[in-house]
């Protein structure tokens, strides 16, 4: 008997998989069933290399791919490395090399480590988010977004990261804390570039209801867009100290509420600390330093902490008041940091007997509380709805009916409202693909541009990308609000595309979540080296062939980065003309997380697992069936090095029961029903992606298997195909022993030169199960004495009662009991047991 040589038997068949192009799919015309486009989110190449968090992804993706491949499908499985971005560069930063030649160190091991784990890729179509060929495409799709209105560029107070010297948008500021090093967030004024995700906040909120998605992260994004129905209500703001109201200038404030029934109970207003009405001077305040001050502490708040803050902080504005437009009564006006600029208006209108945090502030302050909303005791917190009070005409009417009724009223408007924000797409950093926007001060002068209200921008032409990131030696960041790029002037100085004047590119890059927002396009431009391009038409043919995605797995930690802006992008690119479909993912799942005997893995606790040291010494097959033994794939589970233990005996025992050839002889029906169960239940629990309940059920087989001594060929094929998407190389191997008949048969149509091939297993049709194989032809019956269990046997179905308990009486170990005595009573109950009574 052979030993199984996994070491050399691996290394053979991922050279043959790839030399013979064995997992790449036909694009121009789908085998079989036709395609299935089965993708693993992006992985960004960390210095250290794979950690067994990736091992775990990639190999449930992969499974399910190998799975979908045998069921009749041309499955296009890609991979590549979204290398730019701030992890690689600190990381350079760190070892003091330069992010360029790192990338080259990083992607060598990656990739040779992706190899070696067997995963079924599509190798020729890989691409790298850092190369030139592939950031030209974000550029272009940079400009496509500012050609259509969607790009823009503005000063704003944004999320900016002290230690990596950056700005963040929103959903990489949560918490307070950077999702990058977890350094405390801090509010800076900058000039930065947006995309308009929030034209879309409608549309994105909706298609959640048509998208097989995991639950968690459809809840993610919904509260993340976080939609609210309300209205729009102004405010007349007067000089105090002017008691002529006819002299008082035409002062307004806008504010936005869900609760303009309780407009009645509103006795103060609050402004945000970045309102305009602040920063532009636009009211009379007499305390203005004051305010100034109070606003400067503000800002180096986070938002949660200005949120959770449970010790309300704020200034009156003195020398203006508010006119409450329902009762017309003077209310004051206060900045306080509880009250978020990006939400509404940044202004509220305060009701404190009906919102918890407007009571907070108005305790601390002594200011009034009206109850408006009959529900609970008078000027104490109600929260909820019920008939109005103390509401003037509007008295007695349901909470509900008044929202509209008192809008109109007033003149408010009802709005609709989003939580959502444009998506920050600046970024001050060396390693990313260059903004491609150009500024010319001789044409902002003039009033030209592209954009009418933002003069002395132009587009970088499309013959001019990419726009290439030049080599800069001192690429760190300077903290100054500007990229590294703006300390190269052969970089930035450039001439207009319009007016030829002498001109400054965009220093700024663009966030790496812009790269894999359309990777899964790149994929399939990356087919013939990048010939086909977008808005090409045979490339737009082969969109509709191959898009959307079928099968998208990743992490649900993406929820609300790329998850939602993937999303957004397809639909702008949609409204462009340029693909046919809005949803890229139509069917999405989350695989779970992996800890290490109990605990989360850190580097600090020195339990991080080095996927390579467990393949080394139990091989890829073992390493790949252990992961998804370990507890349902989107749940994840717990890794213990002994586990792994039983997986690679379960191999070993595979290979033996094989290379022995016990097998190809047996017709046995009970092991024949077995076999069929075992197909049903592998092949429903891949489709669930319940890999662990799949290889359990595969354990149950084999023993059944060694516990007759043989199996039938047609069992011993049926079997090898439902171990090959977890054991990729141990069924390949085992195959080419015993079951490739046809060696000679050319791989397949795409092989034109007529070069011989061979006839791999994970080509092979996937075994069905046939229902009537499933029935039971057979009973196993419990035989007791007295009550007590002492013996079991089958016995055929369509048994009589007689039968079973003359058989039951016959049995040796009974008769022994029974002594020779004669039953007084026989008790049997149908299908289950006898119990003879002696």
Known sequence: MKKYDFPAIEEKWTKRWRDEKVYEPDFSSPRGKGKFYNLMMFPYPSAEGLHVGNMYAFTGSD??????????????????????GIHSENYALKIGTHPAAQAEVSEKRF???????????????????????????????????????????????????????????????????????????????????????????????????????????????????????????????QNSNLKDESQNPKYELEVFTTRPDTLFGATYLVISPEHDAISNFQFPISNREEVEEYVANAKKKSDEERIENKEKTGIELKGI????????????????????????????????????????????????????????????????????????????????????????????????????????????????????????????????????????????PESQLPVVLPQ?????????GESPLASDESFYKTTCPACGSDARRETDVSDTFLDSAWYYIGYLMRFENWKLEIGNS???????????????????????????YVRFLAMALKDAGLISFEEPFPKFRAHGLLVKDGAK????????????????????????????????????GDFRDQGILGVSRFLDRIWKFYDRKTWGTSDDASLERALHKTIKKVTEDIENLQYNTAISACMIFLNECEAKGTMSESQARAFLKLIAPFAPFLAEEIWSRFFDNEKSRILDSRDESGQKGFHSIHREAWPTYDASKLIEETLVIVVQTNGKVRDQFEISLTATQKEIEEKALASERVRAFLGGNAPKKIIYVPGRLVNIVF
């Open 63 to 84: 499974i399910y791919g190998r799975f979908m491949r045998m069921r009749g499908y041309d499955v296009f499985e890609p991979i590549g490395l979204d290398g730019f």
């Open 111 to 237: 990739y040779k480590q992706l190899e070696i784990v067997g995963n079924g890729f599509a190798w020729e179509e890989r691409l790298e988010t850092y190369k030139p060929e592939y950031y030209k495409w974000t550029q272009w799709i940079f400009t496509e977004m500012w050609r259509q209105g969607l790009a823009y560029r503005k000063k704003q107070a944004v999320n900016w990261c002290p230690s990596c010297k950056t700005v963040l948008s929103d959903e990489q500021a949560e918490r307070g804390a950077c999702e990058r090093c977890g350094s405390g967030v801090e509010k800076k004024d900058l000039e930065q570039w947006f995309f308009r995700i929030t034209k879309y906040a409608d549309k994105l909120l909706k298609n959640i209801e048509t998208i097989d998605w995991s639950e968690k992260v459809k809840i993610a994004q919904r509260n993340w867009i976080g939609r609210s129905e309300g209205a729009k209500i102004k405010f007349k703001i």
């Open 321 to 460: 008041k508010a006119i409450n437009p329902a009762n017309k009564e003077e209310i004051p006006v206060f900045v306080a940091d509880y009250v978020l600029s990006g939400y509404g208006t940044g202004a509220i209108m305060a009701v404190p007997a009906h919102d918890k945090r407007d009571l907070e502030f108005a305790e601390k302050f002594g200011l009034g509380v009206v109850s408006v909303i009959l529900g609970g005791e008078e000027n104490a917190l109600y929260e909820g709805s019920g008939p109005l009070m103390n509401s003037g005409a509007f008295d007695g009417m349901d909470s509900e009916e008044a929202k509209k009724k008192i809008t109109e009223f007033v003149g408010g408007e009802t709005h609709t409202q989003f939580r959502l924000r444009d998506w920050l797409i600046s970024r001050q950093r060396y390693w990313g693909p260059p903004i491609p926007m150009v500024y010319c001060d001789a044409c902002a002068k003039e009033g030209r541009g592209e954009q009418k209200e933002m003069p002395g921008w132009y587009a970088v």
């Open 472 to 480: 800069v030696e001192d690429f760190r960041p300077k903290g100054t």
């Open 538 to 564: 045979s490339f737009a043919e082969r969109m509709k062939l191959w898009l959307p995605v079928d099968m998208y797995i990743g992490g649900a930690e993406h929820s609300v980065l790329h998850l939602l």
């Open 601 to 636: 893995m850190s580097k600090s606790k020195g339990n991080v697992i080095n996927p390579d040291e467990y393949v080394k010494e139990f091989g890829a097959d073992a390493f790949r069936m252990y992961l998804m033994f370990l507890a349902p794939f989107e749940q994840g």
